[in-house]
């Protein structure tokens, strides 16, 4: 944790905040504060600052605050991402909110398995503690935009176009395609197979929205690899 997230709950007063939960322990056992010391913090969608632990008791702690930093940029990025295994899915919303992405889309395609649309790692509490934990990695306070779309044919002829219109458009497929591009500075639309990877059908209505296919070599990347290995090239 490089950066204590702090919700409007947490607060006392205008600049006092007491923590009790996960922080707390964290605060304590890895960071082993002492009353006076400092910490870095943000607000929930809000600046970032500094915080004074001002009480330290057995169970919770209280900090004085002072924002006066705005979060990082994000990425000019829509990523869609076909649904992976739960235990994949749960590190790739940490991972995309560590990245910078500002917007997932997830879609099912023919090879997610039905099974992995019953998670709970879906659910929106879930899914909102798994951002969290990757934007305190990064040190952003921005919550990304997580959009459920469980149909993959009108989603993509439907609204895709509209997202990618203005954006280039990617969708990452290992084959004979052109080389993903490097160093773009606008927009991008990028899409990501599941992990048996989009089939024909999907990769050609993918490219009718605005998608084209590019590759990324001959190596077949793990799903969490290839989401942190085209953004890394492709900005
Ligand atoms: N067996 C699948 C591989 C899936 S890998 C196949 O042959 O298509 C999961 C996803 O990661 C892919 O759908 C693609 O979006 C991305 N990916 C992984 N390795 C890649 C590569 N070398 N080039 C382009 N995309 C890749």
Redesign the pocket.
């Given at each position: 944790m490089n950066l204590l997230l702090l919700e409007e709950a947490d607060f006392v007063s205008a600049d006092r905040v007491v923590l009790a939960d996960r922080r707390f322990t964290h605060m304590q056992e890895i960071h082993g504060v002492a009353v006076g010391d400092t910490l870095r913090v943000g607000r929930i969608g809000g600046l970032m600052g500094q915080a004074t632990v001002m009480r330290l008791e057995q169970h919770e702690a209280e900090l004085q605050v002072a924002f006066d930093q705005q979060p990082p940029a994000k990425l000019p990025l829509t990523l869609v991402l076909a649904v992976p295994r739960p235990k994949m899915l749960r590190r790739l919303f940490q991972t995309i909110a560590t990245l910078g992405v500002p917007r997932l889309i997830l879609v099912n395609s023919y090879k997610v398995e039905k099974s992995f649309w019953q998670t709970p790692f879906l659910n929106p509490e879930n899914v909102r503690e798994n951002l969290i934990l990757g934007l305190e990695q990064a040190r952003d306070t921005v919550l990304p935009e997580v959009i459920i779309e469980k149909r993959f044919k009108p989603f993509v002829e439907d609204r895709l176009p509209a997202i990618a219109q203005g954006s280039l458009g990617l969708v990452?497929?290992?084959g004979a395609y052109p080389a993903c591009p490097r160093g773009i500075e606008g927009p991008v639309t990028l899409a990501?197979?599941?992990?048996?990877?989009?089939i024909p059908y999907e990769v050609d209505l993918l490219a009718k929205a605005g998608l084209a296919p590019v590759?990324?070599?001959d190596?077949?990347?793990r799903?969490e690899t290839?989401v942190t290995a085209l953004l890394s090239r492709i900005f």
């Open positions: 990452a497929h290992p990501i197979g599941p992990e048996g990877g989009w590759q990324l070599g190596r077949i990347l799903v290839a």
